[in-house]
């Protein structure tokens, strides 16, 4: 098999579900409250909106994402991906079976999803944190994420991008390790630039150039501290790896590193002095965490280490898939 421009983190051997709290009293010995995080693009960023302009001499320009004149990049685009994170380095429901797979390949403790049961509902931690839907129950989550906006003065380039292909689950060489089981989830490597293949084609997207930064907010209601530690280090917050965001990851786009610049959290009621150090430092726990989730976090570090980019270069014939 060729070098694929991504890895998989495998999947965590069970979930584990449990009773969640509402969002009409702040719990005692929860926390509540607001994050402040800066996002720095470590290569260029594309956050679509799916609006194509017409650039000069006619050519097509995808748009990046704006609210108003000002680039942003959307709360949910940064909520998806931290979902993401913390659906593969924690106890949470299996991921849905791609198309052309089926559940058996899926790990024996861990093949279906949150059901809702309960009253409260019984939910996993990432169905928890970020809302769950199902049938007629559905639980808000306790982390929303507001929109992130470009520092002032923040300017865009075109970067050119050739089309990628679909991803191929059929393809059990690829997708099943040597027990036949889905081999994880998919992480796309980064790359120490945009790789120069990917960069031939004919479509052109609006991006923002490595060095560029955006400012939001986290905000999160009940959670524990195992819960934001979880969260934080989601985000690459104890500085171990860096995420992705937004178009083109296959082509090695979208590396960001985000930053803590202030808190405002209460625990229960009582604010929490100082929360900042206190923070990172719970980010860089769950980092240290033993057992056996020890593996996803490990795999996760390594398909995602941004100071030794692991992504090979591109294959012409697979694009990316
Ligand atoms: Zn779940």
């Known amino acids: 098999m060729k070098p694929k421009p991504y890895g998989f983190v495998p999947i965590a051997p069970k979930a584990e579900r449990a009773p969640v709290p509402g969002h009409d009293v702040l719990l005692p010995d929860r926390y509540s409250g607001v994050i402040v995080l800066s996002v720095e ?3 260029p960023l594309h956050i679509g909106t799916g609006l194509i302009r017409v650039g000069e001499g006619g050519t097509l320009v995808g748009a990046f994402q704006r609210a108003g004149d000002w680039l942003v990049i959307p709360g949910a685009a940064v909520k998806g991906m931290a979902r993401a994170v913390v659906e593969a380095i924690s106890f949470s429901c299996a ?3 791609p198309p052309g797979r089926h ?3 899926l790990p024996r403790g861990n093949a279906g999803s949150c059901s809702g049961d309960g009253t409260p509902p019984r939910l996993c931690p990432a169905c928890g944190l970020f809302g769950f839907m199902r049938g007629g129950v559905r ?3 306790r982390v929303g994420f507001g929109q992130f906006s470009a520092a002032p003065g923040t300017r865009t380039e075109l970067q050119r991008l050739r089309q990628f292909y679909n991803p191929q689950p059929r393809n059990a060489h690829i997708y ?4 036949g089981e889905i081999r994880g989830r998919k992480f796309y490597y980064h790359g120490k630039r945009v790789d120069p293949v990917a960069a031939g084609g ?4 609006e991006v923002v150039p490595p060095g560029s930064r955006f400012t939001g907010e986290l ?3 009940n959670v524990t501290e195992d819960e934001l530690s979880l969260l934080l280090f989601a985000l690459g917050l104890d500085g171990s790896f860096a995420p992705k965001l937004g178009y083109g990851k296959p082509a090695y786009l979208g590396s960001v590193r985000f930053a803590l610049e202030a808190a405002n959290l209460r625990k229960g009621l009582q604010p929490v002095g100082n929360p900042v150090p206190w923070l990172v430092e719970l980010a860089k726990a769950y980092g240290a965490v033993e057992g056996p989730l020890k593996e996803q976090v490990a795999v996760l570090r390594r398909v995602l280490d941004v100071d030794q980019p692991q992504g090979p270069p591109w294959d012409p014939v697979t694009r990316g898939y």
């Open 176 to 179: 099943l390790n040597d027990r």
């Open 139 to 141: 639980y808000r989550g």
């Open 103 to 105: 559940p058996d390949e």
């Open 95 to 97: 991921p849905p079976v």
């Open 219 to 221: 905000r999160v209601t």
């Open 202 to 205: 004919r479509l052109v997207y």
């Open 41 to 43: 693009t470590l290569q």
